[in-house]
Antibody, heavy 118, light 108 residues
Framework: QVQLVQSGSELTKPGASVKVSCKAS????????MNWVRQAPGQGLEWMGW????????TYAQGFTGRYVFSLDTSVTTAYLQISSLKAEDTAVYYCARGHGYGDFDYWGQGTPVTVSS | EIVLTQSPGTLSLSPGERATLSCRAS???????LAWYQQRPGQAPRLLIY???SRATGIPDRFSGSGSGTDFTLTINRLEPEDLGVYYCQQYSSSPRTFGQGTKVEIK
């Protein structure tokens, strides 16, 4: 069965970096895009962008350029989200979500809480 | 950017009742590229409906989606206690993909 298993919660300081992993299993990794979605505390869902798992080409939504990097290691069927120069407002749960069809998301990771606090 | 506005903000219903959730888009959504997700408390979102009216794998037929253009509806028949949570619509007609702000469903 399809599974996306994300790395554990992170507690980090302003200015630091964090790298969240999303391990995929149960399907051919390179046949579905991987998306990233942010959910700030008590807030809704915000699409951050996606990465083409076949070519490795990332696309970032407006507001998620510069400090955010999507990457892959296809040898271990894992997608990564790295955020640098962390700010308090980066505190959120970050989800990976598999692309389905044209642009909806059919499987989601369990979420990785990232807390940025001094 | 397409803005999705969901209503009502909160829906409080009893088990067995029908829930009707609305999602209105600021621009026409082409090819019915609209999805609905359920997020139970403390859990990740789950895909319910895609392409406006197609049920995702394993979703019971109590859930149905309809609509086109700018107005879409998610209907939940015979509400069950496990249906509590927040429901989001999402469009994938254009980039960036956007979500509505959510409708919270409470079970009395």
């Amino acid at each position: 069965q399809v599974q996306l298993v994300q790395s554990g919660s992170e507690l980090t300081k302003p200015g630091a970096s964090v790298k969240v992993s999303c391990k995929a299993s149960g399907y051919t990794f390179t046949t579905h895009a991987m998306n990233w979605v942010r959910q700030a505390p008590g807030q809704g869902l915000e699409w951050m962008g996606w990465i083409n798992t076949n070519t490795g080409n990332p696309t970032y939504a407006q507001g998620f350029t510069g400090r955010y990097v999507f990457s892959l290691d296809t040898s271990v069927t894992t997608a990564y989200l790295q955020i640098s120069s962390l700010k308090a407002e980066d505190t959120a749960v970050y989800y990976c979500a598999r692309g389905h069809g044209y642009g909806d998301f059919d499987y989601w990771g369990q979420g990785t809480p990232v807390t940025v606090s001094s | 950017e397409i803005v999705l506005t969901q209503s009502p903000g909160t829906l409080s219903l009893s088990p067995g009742e029908r829930a009707t959730l609305s999602c209105r888009a600021s621009q026409r959504i082409s090819s019915t590229y609209l999805a609905w997700y359920q997020q139970r408390p403390g859990q990740a979102p789950r895909l319910l409906i895609y392409d406006a009216s197609s049920r995702a794998t394993g979703i019971p037929d109590r859930f149905s989606g309809s609509g086109s253009g700018t107005d879409f509806t998610l209907t939940i028949n015979r509400l069950e206690p496990e249906d509590l949570g927040v429901y989001y619509c999402q469009q994938y007609s254009s980039s960036p993909r956007t979500f509505g702000q959510g409708t919270k469903v409470e079970i009395k």
